[in-house]
Antibody, heavy 127, light 107 residues
Framework: EVQLVESGGGLVKPGGSLRLSCAASGFTFSSYSMNWVRQAPGKGLEWVSSISSSSSYIYYADSVKGRFTISRDNAKNSLYLQMNSLRAEDTAVYYC????????????????????WGQGTLVTVSS | EIVLTQSPATLSLSPGERATLSCRAS??????LAWYQQKPGQAPRLLIY???NRATGIPARFSGSGSGTDFTLTISSLEPEDFAVYYCQQRSTGGLTFGGGTKVEIK
């Protein structure tokens, strides 16, 4: 069974930093692109960042570019999100999501559909 | 950035009724659109990808259609477990974006 378990969330002051982790199991982690998606309380979904299977390609939403860094360790089956210069508007549940199985097997091009998702970890930025 | 607009914001229906949800893109996304279902306190779940393909394990009562800028998610006959929030998402250009969601509630 595919499992994604996020950790590292919590309460942090504006301007502070936090590092989220996502532990993956039940699939060949090194074969899939991975993503972070967030959801502010009572709001919709917002894509945050994506990283390719070998870390060669990394993308960020404009709202976090220059402040957040995505990374992965394929040997540890883990995904990370380093969040610096945090703002109140970064308050959200952060989900780790795998690229779906519907990627292009021949070229390795990610599908950019998110499936499955972890249960999320809450990040609260407040003084 | 491509903006996805979902309508209506809320849909009030009874079990057994047909639900029709709309997602409109600010510019063409070809068929690069997906639909997700999210229940309270849970993570989203992929329902439909590439506009009309059901994800593994998704019941046949869910169907997707459309291309370009106008897309529809149809639930042919609502089951009690289908009352949830539904989001569309595009993967065309300029970053990945989601619509604002449609809540399907029990009438």
């Amino acid at each position: 069974e595919v499992q994604l378990v996020e950790s590292g969330g919590g309460l942090v002051k504006p301007g502070g930093s936090l590092r989220l982790s996502c532990a993956a199991s039940g699939f060949t982690f090194s074969s899939y692109s991975m993503n972070w998606v967030r959801q502010a309380p009572g709001k919709g979904l917002e894509w945050v960042s994506s990283i390719s299977s070998s870390s060669s390609y990394i993308y960020y939403a404009d709202s976090v570019k220059g402040r957040f860094t995505i990374s992965r360790d394929n040997a540890k089956n883990s995904l990370y999100l380093q969040m610096n210069s945090l703002r109140a508007e970064d308050t959200a549940v952060y989900y780790c999501a795998r690229d779906s199985q519907y990627y292009d097997i021949l070229t390795g091009t990610p599908s950019n559909w998110f499936d499955p998702w972890g249960q999320g970890t809450l990040v609260t930025v407040s003084s | 950035e491509i903006v996805l607009t979902q309508s209506p914001a809320t849909l009030s229906l009874s079990p057994g009724e047909r639900a029709t949800l709309s997602c409109r893109a600010s510019q063409s996304v070809s068929s690069y659109l997906a639909w997700y279902q999210q229940k309270p306190g849970q993570a989203p779940r992929l329902l439909i990808y590439d506009a009309s393909n059901r994800a593994t394990g998704i019941p046949a009562r869910f169907s997707g259609s459309g291309s370009g800028t106008d897309f529809t998610l149809t639930i042919s006959s609502l089951e009690p477990e289908d009352f949830a929030v539904y989001y569309c998402q595009q993967r065309s250009t300029g970053g990945l974006t989601f619509g604002g969601g449609t809540k399907v509630e029990i009438k």
